[in-house]
T-cell receptor
């Protein structure tokens, strides 16, 4: 597709359930990012991939959060044993550039996760 | 300290008028990039404009321009000839090398409403 695609758009989970969120970046984009956006806030960085390598996971809030990009294209963000505080919109972005401050990130529409 | 500060939670503008959305940033790195994104109610973050720290001229993209005042560390977005479709959340973001250079730092956003 032309843009970053995320699925599902909405996910309702019971507390303690595991969830998996998918991101399909723009074809050919080397860099992939995950962000968490709480209600009324700006997005906050979770993790970064360059191709299949996870180079930065400093923003993952706990060891219940896990991300992978095994073939350097599609990425999955997994949250184990979900908690209510995990409720947020999870945004994925991709960038053509490998590094550098000028790399424009293109975002998907996000997955809205609600944990009951 | 906040990397990006947006002090206007909400702004109103009359259709066809110009509006300025404020953004100040904090970094000690000489090399950084500043970005503005629009987030309509659909949730997708739409890239609007980019300004590099070494750029001599203010960036412009159609009706969007960035008023870059380096000494004051401000990067205000100017939208000229506002349209009803401009109603959305607007986020200022910065990327620098202070951490790993991999993440964007976002502000808390400004909600813009265009009045017919």
């Amino acid at each position: 597709g032309a843009g970053v695609s995320q699925s599902p758009r909405y996910k309702v989970a019971k507390r303690g359930q595991d969830v998996a969120l998918r991101c399909d970046p723009i074809s050919g984009h080397v860099s992939l990012f995950w962000y968490q956006q709480a209600l009324g806030q700006g997005p906050e960085f979770l993790t970064y991939f360059q191709n299949e390598a996870q180079l930065d996971k400093s923003g993952l809030p706990s060891d219940r959060f896990f991300a992978e990009r095994p073939e350097g294209s599609v990425s999955t963000l997994k949250i184990q044993r979900t908690q209510q505080e995990d409720s947020a919109v999870y945004l994925c972005a991709s960038s053509l550039a490998q590094a550098g401050v000028s790399g424009i990130q293109y975002f998907g529409a996000g997955t809205r996760l609600s944990v009951l | 300290a906040q990397k990006i500060t947006q002090t206007q939670p909400g702004m109103f503008v009359q259709e066809k008028e110009a509006v300025t959305l404020d953004c100040t940033y904090d970094t000690s790195d000489p090399s950084y990039g500043l970005f503005w994104y629009k987030q309509p109610s659909s949730g997708e973050m739409i890239f609007l404009i980019y300004q590099g720290s070494y750029d001599q001229q203010n960036a412009t993209e159609g009706r969007y321009s960035l008023n870059f005042q380096k000494a004051r560390k401000s990067a205000n977005l100017v939208i000229s000839a506002s349209q009803l479709g401009d109603s959305a959340m607007y986020f200022c973001a910065m990327r620098d090398y202070s951490n790993t250079g991999n993440q964007f730092y976002f502000g808390t956003g400004t909600s813009l409403t265009v009045i017919p």
